[in-house]
């Protein structure tokens, strides 16, 4: 009996292969979905779909698995399908839309596959050939990927180069992709990959390398993150060698090296330039800065040193104490111009001539002017008839001012000579 079905099998393949006809003609008469992912132990449907009534048609058909290995699966027509027995996991056929069923995937199952059929319509005595193609994956799910780093050692910048590598324990058909601080890591000059994105090379590593790497391992139905792996760099490594510089008019002066640079503040000259430079022996690099140290003592005591002038200009300064000055001696000439017993004493201190011409008509004997004055504060506007201040100051060629009003009352003795004796 098998002997019969292997018969007719062999029979009906070599009718269909011997059929002419072309697939030109009826494009668009089966649909087939080009790629299909399938899970390792699930079951998976290659859905045809017909265009036309199938029951009133005659076809002939095949299914085969191209890739990897040309094999015959089964073969059909209207009725009747047979299938290769010789294969452990032989799919099956479902009539009348040819589709093609697996109850159970493997990864044997993994391929190309190719839907050929000859279609006779009602009317056309030609038969019109059909192939469909459709990729079929199946997959194991990934496990958490790891990430493995070569070297272990420190790394330093511009010397040494790195591989990492992500691998998982289970999963099959994976890609890879790499995250940098969560940004995705791309090829570059400095940076390659694997085919499958499984290994990355950074040569030679850079500070900018500096961060969390994160794989991720993926496949059509299934994907994982790795726990973050840090990656080091010494762009520094060993330390830096720091000398620190002051600069002049004359040229440069070396005053200390180390990491820190420390000055008392009396010793610390007003806006003076200094210069870093710092070499590094093992990357052979070395770069420099330079800065302005500006003392300036604060009232809130909470910084010593700044780099900024103050905010008192020196012209302001002047400014403010010439108007402070003016003003004190404006002052002191209002005080001094109206003060009587100043006054008297001016009076007193001129000479005979010009006492004389202090009085009215200017030619009696200086005698006239013996006796004794007396300055009474009157009230009253500056426009009093009596003797006052403004005549005072007439005398004394002084302008006139804002100041109180005095009456000058002279008491003159009988006798002068008796009145002095007593």
Not at 51 to 72: A, D, E, I, M
Not at 156 to 173: A, F, I, K, Q
Not at 189 to 209: M, N
Not at 232 to 257: A, D, Q, R
Request: net charge neutral; with cysteine; hydrophobic share 35%.
């Amino acid at each position: 009996m098998e002997c019969v079905g292997v018969t007719m099998f062999l029979l009906m393949f070599t009718l269909f292969q011997i059929i002419p006809g072309t697939d030109s003609e009826c494009t668009e008469c089966i649909s087939l979905q080009p790629t299909q992912h399938g899970k390792v132990g699930d079951s998976m449907l290659l859905k045809v779909e017909t265009h036309f009534n199938v029951r009133n048609v005659t076809f002939q058909g095949s299914w085969l698995k191209t890739n990897p290995n040309n094999t015959l699966l089964v073969t059909f027509d209207n009725n009747n399908a047979i299938r290769n027995l010789r294969l452990k996991n032989s799919p099956e056929l479902s009539l009348p839309d040819v589709s093609l069923y697996f109850k159970y995937l493997d990864e044997d199952t993994q391929g190309e596959y190719e839907l050929q059929i000859n279609i006779i319509f009602p009317g056309i005595r030609s038969p019109v050939a059909v192939t469909k193609r459709v990729t079929v994956t199946v997959s194991v799910p990934v496990s958490i990927p790891v990430i493995s780093k070569t070297p272990e050692s420190e790394l330093v910048e511009d010397r040494d180069n790195v591989t990492l590598t992500c691998s998982v324990e289970h999963g099959t058909n994976v890609q890879f992709k790499w995250l940098r601080n969560n940004i995705m890591v791309g090829p570059s000059e400095r940076h390659t990959f694997s085919q499958d994105y499984g290994t990355l090379v950074i040569s030679p590593v850079k500070k900018e390398d500096i961060g969390q790497y994160i794989c991720k391992a993926q496949n059509h139905i299934s994907s994982n993150l790795s726990k973050p792996t840090e990656l080091i760099v010494f762009y520094s490594n060993p330390p830096n060698t720091c000398v620190w510089i002051s600069k002049t008019k004359n040229g440069t002066e070396v005053l200390m090296t180390g990491p820190r640079f420390e000055v008392k503040p009396y010793e610390l000259p007003q806006g003076k330039e200094f210069l870093c430079r710092a070499f590094n022996n093992m990357t052979k690099k070395q770069d420099e800065t330079k800065f302005t140290l500006v003392m300036a003592r604060l009232d809130t005591g909470k910084a010593k040193y700044s780099q900024e002038g103050s905010a008192l200009s020196p012209l302001t300064f002047i400014t403010i104490s010439s108007v402070v000055i003016i003003a004190c001696m404006m002052f002191v000439l209002l005080r001094k111009s109206c003060h009587p017993r100043r006054m008297m004493k001016t009076i007193y201190r001129r000479p005979m001539t010009e006492q004389r011409g202090l009085h009215r008509s200017g030619h009696e004997d200086a005698t006239e002017d013996f006796g004794i004055y007396e300055f009474v504060s009157v009230p009253g506007k500056m426009d009093s008839t009596q003797a006052s201040c403004r005549s005072l100051a007439r005398l004394d060629s002084v302008k006139d001012l804002h100041t109180t009003i005095y009456d000058v009352i002279r008491h003159v003795p009988e006798t002068p000579t008796l009145s002095l004796l007593k």
